[in-house]
């Protein structure tokens, strides 16, 4: 079992996250999930995926949150990420650099790309 790997306050941390959605306020919801929930999530998840098969690339398609992207990059931790946008999901695309930055562990290349 690996849910002693979360921290004491995370149903704090959970119920202040989905108050800020039930409030509509999505990007203060969102900038906390990846200060406050996200951080708290990581050690049990790679904890889980401890003994998984090392991946040396990842290509990954963007859609309108950067959560799903972030995420896997961060718990499979692959050599190279390509990530895949549009012109819809380039907005977000600064988001997502500076969340890897925030959770790399190692210093992997990243290719973004709207092709």
């Known amino acids: 079992m690996t849910a002693y790997l979360l921290p004491l306050d995370y149903n704090i941390r959970f119920t202040n ?51 799903t992207v972030v995420l896997t990059a961060s718990l499979l931790e692959p050599k190279h990420i390509i990530v895949l946008y549009t012109k819809e999901t380039e907005k977000i695309l600064g988001t997502v650099k500076k969340l890897f930055a925030l959770f790399s562990k190692k210093n992997r290349k990243h290719l973004f790309s709207s092709r």
């Open 17 to 67: 996250w989905t108050k800020l959605l039930d409030a509509n306020e999505y990007i203060k919801a969102e900038t906390y999930y990846f200060e406050k929930i996200m951080p708290s999530i990581l050690p049990m998840m790679r904890a889980k995926i401890l003994n998984m098969i090392k991946w040396e690339g990842l290509i990954s398609l963007l859609g309108f949150t950067p959560e």
